[in-house]
Every structure is written in C-alpha cells, then in structure tokens.
C-alpha cells in the first residue's frame, strides 16, 4: 500500500440490527441483547455514522415496551451515532394496525412509512409496510415508484445504495426459501422487478431470525437482482432445522472507495462471526468531494 493509506480507511462505516423485540420488563432477555448490542457498537465503531433498525423494534408494539426501547437507547445515546428505523410485523400488524402504526412513528420519530436519508453522500432508503397484513409486508405501487425513483438519484454503478425492509423476498436469504416460509413481501416479484434496474443497491432485511453463517445469508443476486443480506436478529435466532436459539446478532458495515465489507457480530459473545464475513466489490470511484 506504501503511503495511501486512506485506501484502507473506510469512507463511512454503519451497523444493522434487527428484530429487537423489546418487552415491557426491564430484565427480559431481549432487553438486555439490545443494551449489549448497544454497549458493542459503542466500543467498536467510535466513527459510525449509524445504526440501521430493519424492524421488529418492540414485541407487541405496546407503549410501555416502546417506552423500556427508550430508556435502553437513552442510557447508551451518548456513545452512539443516529438509529434509522423501519417498522416490522410485530410493531404495526394485526387488526388494531390504526392504533400501532402512530405509535411506532411518534415513539421511533421515524417521518414516514418510508423514508430516506443521505449520509456522507451514501444513500440510505427504508422501505415499511402500509397495511396492518398479518406478517407480510404490503408495499402501494406509490411506494414502488419512489423506490425506483430513488434509487435512481445520483446513481452510478460504482456507489452502493443501501436499502433496509423488515420482511425478506422469496428464495433469496436465509429464512426465505419457500419452504422456510419466512418470506414476506406481498409485492414479491414487483419489487423484485424495480430492484433488478439498480444493481448497485445492497439489500438488508429481518424477520427469520436465521442465524448468521446459515447458508444463504448473503444472497449475490442470481444474476438479476443486487445483493441482498439477512440480518438475523438482536433477541434470539433461528436455524435451519427450524428451532429457536439463545443468541443476538447482526452486522457492522464499512465502505470503502471500492468495496463494502459486512461482518457478522455477535453481539452475546462479543465477536466476530468467523462465517459470516461478506465483500461486495465496485469499480474504483472517483473523488467527488462526498468524503
């Protein structure tokens, strides 16, 4: 490398969690995974630029579990950079999804049902469910549209756009073959269809709970989608003999003028996960005064 040494620096790094699954009980297990993560994340990425929540913030999306969210986050605010958020099945669905949905949106501050952000001159775009669906994700047309649009501002082949949903597509990461039945979109091949015109965007989502390193955690597209990552979960995982497992996890990202890195954490041990370390490669870009 001789004296470029910013080639190893990363641009700008970022972390993704998932399915928190906050309770009302302080001492729940849940509860304490996301303090840990939090306490992690801290330690470990003194420069990040945030923290990107696919959903699943609460279990039941009761207020007074929306309210232990709160004291955990404001307890580690301090160390921490912005939490981005996107709302998951178990925050809105079911049949009091009018009574959820503002909950969510005034206890996370989040702006819309979907919404985007630009940081450091990276893209950051949060897709969210627009009906109470039972488990799916429910995307109008008009949401599928601004996707496109989106993903289409400023874009070049050789910057990544990240893109965060809590529901996965069919047959792509861990959890959603079809016989896992943890896919979840109602839109599937709809949205398959936008993000097909934008193979630089790097998809994130939650929901199976799948642990990192299950094959299939990182889906390279097929040949006609982007890059797509399951970010298992912060409460607990699941495997693929279908069965439930003590742990907590999720990603630390860090992008580079050529390369994204994402590399699994687990955040109850306090390590990497040796399995779960991925590299999407982009064409060398030029420097044009976003860094």
Known sequence: MGMDTAADKPVISFQV???????ADAEHEYNRNFDRALKDIAANAPESRGIM?????????????????????????????????????HDVDHEDWQERLPRFM??????????????DGYHFIFLGTETGNEGFADLSQEQLDWLDAKLG???????PVFVFLHQPLMNTVA????????????????????????????????????????????????????????ASSVAYLWTDDDAHKDGSQGYYVDVYTDRVLVRG?????????????????????SQDGSR
């Open 106 to 119: 005034a206890m996370t501050g989040t702006a819309g049902l979907y919404h985007d952000h630009w940081i």
């Open 175 to 230: 959890g959603s073959l079809e016989a896992q039945n943890w896919y979840g979109v109602t839109q599937d091949e709809e949205l398959k269809a936008v993000l097909s015109k934008h193979q630089q965007a790097i998809l994130f989502t939650g929901h199976t709970h799948w642990e990192l390193g299950s094959p299939h955690t990182f889906f390279e597209g097929a040949g006609r989608l982007p890059a797509m990552f399951n």
């Open 17 to 23: 969690i998932t399915d928190t699954h906050i309770l």
């Open 153 to 159: 501002e400023a874009a070049s082949p050789d910057k």
């Open 53 to 89: 929540h696919a959903g699943d913030v609460t279990d039941h999306g009761e207020l007074e579990e929306y309210e232990a969210f709160a004291r955990i986050w404001e307890d580690n605010q301090a160390q921490l950079p912005q939490l981005y958020m996107t709302m998951g099945n």
């Open 265 to 285: 954490r687990d955040f109850e041990r306090g390590e990497w996960v040796a399995s779960a370390q991925f590299q999407i490669g982009y064409a060398k870009q």
